[in-house]
């Protein structure tokens, strides 16, 4: 932005800041039911073992003070059956959905960010051949804003404009995207584990994801746990189950990141599949597993700029235009780690445990509550646990444990309108069976918080250039003695008088801009020249 008035040439340089803030967000609570009947190759159902449910985007759109979003239900449940030489079975279908949720602020160039939480899943028996379907899911939805504040940093002009910075601390967004990142791998099933016949049930999970920022790309290390349960063509073990851990490590390309930089990534698993294949000797012994994991990737970067807060002249009239302008200040990013313990008990209508195939949990946040310098989160974990029971007519049963947890996160420099993320994960969970009733289940959670501060400042956008007021000049004497009060500058001494700092520190010999109360000074308009 540059101002000429006759022969005088005033320009302002600005600065880019890179920033995100939240233009709307909205949640909608979905109640999926339906009733679905069994397929007529598989047997009646006799009990229900445990089921699990999935949901699949195949449509999110954006317009004008809405939201569309399409997807389904997918579920999966185990089942026992008393009709067949194999007892367990399953069963899959979906539930699809079409909603609309109302978003003020919504148009249709935006790209939404919709997260889901599966509240509930049940299933039950309408009769041996028909099942029905409920389920409560929350979708959350929110639409980022990246924006440019304009930030004047210095000025151009003739030798005597004097303009004054004041260094602040921001966050600036340098790299904000989607990306996704395939694993593809192979087990083969141990010497001790029977060839694989059908699938009946499995899980894979997202576990101890590690980041490191490099030079325009990242690195990512993790593990992918995964469980199968299965029929084996082994006549002694009909039923049988493997489980293991799936590491892997990868790069991905991200312009514009580098090491001294803060990322603020998330993973979540949006497709995964699970086929056979047979060995070498053409036996079914070969896990073939590709999962797609999303990355909603965020890095910032700690800058210090010095942002330009007055301007003068002592031979013209510069009046700085002002406006508010609100940064972004990263407070803190860490992740806590916690350690949860608690027992869970076999109901006594529940048959006895004999030997625990699989466990796994999840983690569900009911509410954080900021408390001075500090989050305090609380929530459950559900346990699933899948096991051999003692019953022959029941050969496997699965039971669900909730185990409540308030942690108290630590966030030095927080505020009272400081926003905050918290990211929990289960690192690690862990089943130890004491009796044939009663489980100690031992959880590694972590916390992902990531707090930002909003701060106000003035910043100067434009400059309006006039002459001086020659009357009030000559009014005020060439040479003043000045006793400085308190809250005074050399800075605002100096504009006041129409002089400079440079000026005053040479003419009272002063090293340096400090003054103190009651200091003498002698001040001389340098304006009189002029004049």
């Not at 397929?39 to 003070?65: H, L, S, Y």
């Not at 279908?93 to 939404?112: L, R």
């Not at 990246?146 to 005597?160: F, S």
């Amino acid at each position: 932005m540059s101002k000429y008035k006759e022969g005088f040439f005033v320009e302002l340089i600005k600065k880019n800041i890179h920033m995100n803030k939240l233009k709307c967000k909205s949640s909608l609570q979905l109640t999926l039911d339906d009733d679905f009947n069994v397929p007529d190759v598989k047997p009646d159902i006799d009990r229900i073992i445990k089921e699990q449910g999935d949901i699949k985007f195949t449509d999110i759109k954006a317009m004008n003070g809405k939201l569309i979003v399409k997807g389904a239900l997918s579920f999966h449940v185990l089942y026992l059956s008393d009709e067949d030489q194999r007892p367990v079975h399953n069963i899959s279908g979906e539930i699809p959905f079409d909603e609309v949720i109302n978003m003020e602020n919504a148009c249709a160039s935006d790209d939404p960010i919709v997260k889901w939480d599966l509240e509930d899943l049940s299933t039950g028996l309408i009769n041996s051949r028909k099942l029905s379907v409920k389920s409560i899911v929350r979708l959350n939805v929110a639409i980022e804003d990246a924006y440019d504040e304009e930030t004047a940093v210095m000025v151009e002009g003739p030798e005597d404009v004097q303009y004054i910075n004041k260094k602040i601390e921001i966050t600036d967004v340098s790299v904000s995207k989607k990306d996704t990142y395939r694993v593809k791998d192979e087990i083969l099933l141990p010497t001790n584990k029977g060839n694989v016949t059908e699938i009946l049930y499995s899980e894979v999970g997202l576990n101890n994801v590690e980041v490191r920022l490099l030079s325009d790309k990242f690195t990512i290390k993790g593990e992918l746990p995964v469980f199968l349960l299965y029929t084996s063509a082994d006549e002694e073990n009909p039923i049988e189950y493997y489980e293991t851990d799936i590491p892997f490590t990868g790069t991905i390309d991200c312009n514009g990141c580098n090491e001294d930089m803060i990322e603020d990534i998330t993973f979540s698993i949006v497709n995964k599949s699970l086929e056979i294949k047979p060995d070498a000797d053409g036996e079914e012994r070969v896990l073939d597993i590709e999962v797609i994991l999303e990355m909603d990737i965020k890095v910032y970067e700690i800058e210090e700029p010095e942002i330009l807060c007055d301007v003068y002249s002592p031979s013209k009239d510069i009046i700085p235009i002002m406006k508010p302008a609100t940064y972004e200040n990263l407070v803190i990013k860490n992740n806590s780690k916690y350690r949860i313990a608690d027992r869970i008990h076999v109901m006594d209508n529940q048959p006895r445990i004999l030997q625990i195939c699989h466990a796994n949990g999840n983690i569900k946040i009911d509410d954080i509550i900021p408390n001075g310098t500090e989050l305090l989160v609380e929530g459950v974990i559900e346990a699933n646990i899948l096991y051999i029971s003692e019953d022959d007519s029941i050969p496997l049963n699965a039971i669900k444990g909730i185990i409540p947890f308030t942690q108290t996160i630590e966030v030095k420099g927080m505020k009272p309108d400081s926003t905050f993320d918290v990211k929990p994960n289960i690192d690690q969970l862990s089943v130890m069976m004491l009796d044939s009733e009663e489980i100690e289940v031992k959880a590694t959670m972590s916390m992902n918080t990531i707090v930002f501060d909003k701060i106000t400042e003035n910043i100067i956008t434009d400059v309006e250039v006039g002459d001086l007021d020659l009357e009030k000049l000559q009014a005020m004497p060439g040479i003043i003695g000045y006793v400085v009060k308190p809250a005074d500058t050399l800075w605002k001494i100096a504009k006041r008088y129409y002089t400079t700092v440079d000026t005053i520190k040479s003419i009272n010999e002063l090293e340096d801009d400090k003054i103190k109360e009651g200091d003498k000074l002698i001040i001389m308009k340098k304006v009189d020249a002029i004049l």
